[in-house]
């Protein structure tokens, strides 16, 4: 496929797409107390702003890829835009409005804008590059979803430290200008892409589709691994465990009926999209690992709680460099050795972190132990297996394929904050963050096991 002429441009609006989208999932972290304090409401109702905007950013992500490969990824990348910006202004408002419940609807409609950036932009990219260029252009698309995760906490205090807690609504309006400017570049300069072979969406499973999913994210999230037995049992895991199960056999027997199924079942049965799905699944469990370094930084270093915020620098300057310098390295050798490179790499990283690093008290050596490990992680996220999804699906299906791994993903995501935090309650102190880090390690390692089976039809 011939690269259009203006791809730079495509590249840049793609790249700032993904900024926008990336901001907000950390952004709302550092004002949470402030909002909640603002609505007068405890811990257990305010964590909703943050845990709804995550739920529906996972259920929606398969919905909107495969819409984007029937309508086109230009219309649908624009109209997530246009949906991020009008949540963001409902959130704003909730403010003016006093209303927490206007606040959810608004973070819920941010979610499906945002969940469509990913999927659509890293498609287009993949379709837009030359294939001895391609690696490297999902190399520097992951390095920049995955920094501005990693910064949007720090975006979201800065924000809050020039217009005052008072004024928290200017976190959400600061988007609308941005997103009316890539919406007016979008329009003018990105190109249409879609293919003749698709159908018309599948409405029904794509709603039982969200359901399903939505099901299994509350069942993992009320998971409590320090008492497994009876969390397991306890009616806030059973009955949405129960109602996925149905609801997941309910959806496969409509897929299997469904002219354009808004998931391929065939997936399933090819050897090398589900080893990149499980894959992708312990590399969102590893990245997530991140969120946990500045806990794990304050303990070596004996420092105050909430000061070791600054020790993921060299976690995000690693996951800076890594994704493209290991996306050239895709379109020389492919994305097989360089995964397993980087896996080895962070596995090597928090093996650094629980043998050297953790009783040491020593700058030094958690640097260096963050460092192995950013570097490793830079190099296993995000690029590798989008661009292993990639070359063993069609054009036609690029969009829905991103969206499978981009949710797989996150069900890692979901899952491994409950298995990590499990070992640090269960024995606090030394040994339970020694186990977290081997935990982290052995996902690296379990991810390395199963890479061994890929092999690219």
């Given at each position: 496929?011939?690269?259009?002429?203006?791809?730079?441009?495509?590249?840049?609006?793609?790249?700032?797409?993904?900024?926008?989208?990336?901001?907000?999932?950390?952004?709302?972290?550092?004002?949470?107390?402030?909002?909640?304090?603002?609505?007068?409401?405890?811990?257990?109702?305010?964590?909703?702003?943050?845990?709804?905007?995550?739920?529906?950013?996972?259920?929606?992500?398969?919905?909107?890829?495969?819409?984007?490969?029937?309508?086109?990824?230009?219309?649908?990348?624009?109209?997530?835009?246009?949906?991020?910006?009008?949540?963001?202004?409902?959130?704003?408002?909730?403010?003016?409005?006093?209303?927490?419940?206007?606040?959810?609807?608004?973070?819920?409609?941010?979610?499906?804008?945002?969940?469509?950036?990913?999927?659509?932009?890293?498609?287009?990219?993949?379709?837009?590059?030359?294939?001895?260029?391609?690696?490297?252009?999902?190399?520097?698309?992951?390095?920049?979803?995955?920094?501005?995760?990693?910064?949007?906490?720090?975006?979201?205090?800065?924000?809050?430290?020039?217009?005052?807690?008072?004024?928290?609504?200017?976190?959400?309006?600061?988007?609308?200008?941005?997103?009316?400017?890539?919406?007016?570049?979008?329009?003018?300069?990105?190109?249409?892409?879609?293919?003749?072979?698709?159908?018309?969406?599948?409405?029904?499973?794509?709603?039982?589709?969200?359901?399903?999913?939505?099901?299994?994210?509350?069942?993992?999230?009320?998971?409590?691994?320090?008492?497994?037995?009876?969390?397991?049992?306890?009616?806030?895991?059973?009955?949405?465990?129960?109602?996925?199960?149905?609801?997941?056999?309910?959806?496969?027997a409509m897929e299997h009926r469904a002219a354009s199924p808004v998931f391929h079942l065939e997936y399933l049965s090819n050897r090398p999209i589900v080893v990149t799905m499980v894959v992708s699944f312990f590399v969102g469990g590893v990245v997530i690992t991140m969120t946990?370094?500045?806990?794990?930084?304050?303990?070596?270093?004996?420092?105050?709680?909430?000061?070791?915020?600054?020790?993921?620098?060299?976690?995000?300057?690693?996951?800076?460099?890594?994704?493209?310098?290991?996306?050239?390295?895709?379109?020389?050798?492919?994305?097989?050795?360089?995964?397993?490179?980087?896996?080895?790499?962070?596995?090597?990283?928090?093996?650094?972190?629980?043998?050297?690093?953790?009783?040491?008290?020593?700058?030094?050596?958690?640097?260096?132990?963050?460092?192995?490990?950013?570097?490793?992680?830079?190099?296993?996220?995000?690029?590798?297996?989008?661009?292993?999804?990639?070359?063993?699906?069609?054009?036609?299906?690029?969009?829905?394929?991103?969206?499978?791994?981009?949710?797989?993903?996150?069900?890692?995501?979901?899952?491994?904050?409950?298995?990590?935090?499990?070992?640090?309650?269960?024995?606090?102190?030394?040994?339970?963050?020694?186990?977290?880090?081997?935990?982290?390690?052995?996902?690296?390692?379990?991810?390395?096991?199963?890479?061994?089976?890929?092999?690219?039809?």
């Open positions: 496929m011939k690269s259009p002429r203006n791809l730079k441009l495509i590249f840049a609006i793609y790249l700032l797409g993904l900024v926008m989208g990336g901001l907000y999932v950390g952004m709302v972290a550092p004002v949470r107390l402030v909002i909640q304090e603002f609505f007068g409401l405890g811990d257990s109702v305010g964590i909703w702003m943050v845990n709804i905007y995550t739920l529906f950013y996972a259920a929606c992500i398969p919905v909107v890829g495969k819409l984007a490969d029937i309508r086109g990824r230009k219309p649908v990348f624009l109209a997530c835009l246009a949906t991020f910006a009008a949540g963001s202004l409902v959130c704003g408002l909730s403010q003016m409005a006093c209303s927490f419940e206007l606040l959810l609807a608004g973070r819920l409609v941010q979610a499906v804008g945002a969940c469509g950036i990913i999927p659509v932009a890293n498609a287009e990219i993949g379709a837009s590059f030359p294939q001895e260029k391609k690696g490297m252009a999902l190399g520097i698309a992951a390095a920049v979803a995955g920094i501005s995760n990693v910064l949007g906490s720090a975006v979201g205090s800065l924000v809050m430290g020039i217009v005052g807690n008072e004024h928290w609504a200017a976190l959400f309006f600061v988007a609308l200008p941005i997103c009316a400017a890539l919406i007016a570049a979008g329009a003018a300069c990105l190109p249409n892409r879609t293919e003749e072979n698709q159908g018309a969406l599948d409405i029904p499973g794509s709603v039982l589709m969200v359901v399903t999913i939505l099901l299994l994210l509350f069942a993992l999230q009320n998971i409590d691994v320090s008492d497994l037995g009876a969390s397991l049992t306890s009616p806030n895991v059973l009955a949405p465990a129960l109602g996925f199960v149905v609801a997941l056999v309910v959806f496969i946990l370094i500045p806990e794990v930084a304050e303990f070596i270093m004996s420092a105050p709680t909430g000061s070791g915020g600054l020790y993921i620098l060299p976690v995000g300057i690693m996951t800076m460099v890594g994704p493209p310098l290991g996306g050239k390295l895709i379109d020389k050798f492919g994305p097989k050795p360089v995964l397993m490179g980087g896996l080895a790499v962070a596995a090597l990283g928090f093996c650094m972190l629980a043998f050297a690093s953790l009783n040491s008290g020593n700058a030094v050596l958690l640097i260096a132990g963050l460092l192995v490990m950013g570097l490793g992680m830079g190099f296993a996220m995000g690029a590798p297996t989008n661009y292993m999804i990639l070359e063993n699906t069609s054009p036609a299906e690029s969009g829905s394929a991103i969206a499978t791994i981009a949710l797989v993903r996150q069900i890692g995501t979901t899952v491994a904050p409950a298995i990590l935090l499990g070992f640090v309650s269960a024995m606090p102190g030394a040994q339970g963050f020694f186990n977290m880090l081997l935990c982290a390690a052995m996902f690296c390692v379990l991810s390395l096991a199963c890479m061994v089976f890929y092999k690219k039809h």
